[in-house]
Nanobody, 120 residues
């Protein structure tokens, strides 16, 4: 129900833009977030936003480098700049009906399949 795109391989210091589009969901307003997970580690919240993008939250590791935005079509983007090797991970989009701002995975109901980001 959530389709991510935009992952890939990039050199240290480079940028990537991830996109996430809901499909088949009937709720008009979603709060959405980006998480990442590497093998053997817990899923980590990276950035979150409420419908319309008027309020956002970021993990300390993302502050100043990543930006989450949401457009009127309910697509969420994660602009990632100044990428570091430690940003290498599978990135997941998540969504929940209503107004939630959270970096905790338990707060979200819908999940995408993930898109790989590799920084070398």
């Amino acid at each position: 129900q959530l389709v991510e795109s935009g992952g890939g391989s990039v050199q240290t210091g480079g940028s990537l833009r991830l996109s996430c589009a809901p499909s088949g969901l009937s709720v008009s307003d979603f709060s959405m977030a980006w998480f990442r997970q590497t093998p053997g580690k817990e899923r980590e919240g990276v950035a979150a936003t409420i419908p319309g993008g008027g309020h956002t939250a970021y993990a300390d590791s993302a502050k100043g480098r990543f930006t989450i935005t949401q457009d009127n079509a309910k697509t969420v983007y994660l602009q990632m700049n100044s990428l570091k090797p430690e940003d290498t991970s599978m990135y997941y989009c998540a969504a929940i009906e209503g107004w939630t701002i959270s970096l905790h995975a338990d707060a979200y109901k819908y999940w995408g399949q993930g898109t790989q980001v590799t920084v070398s």
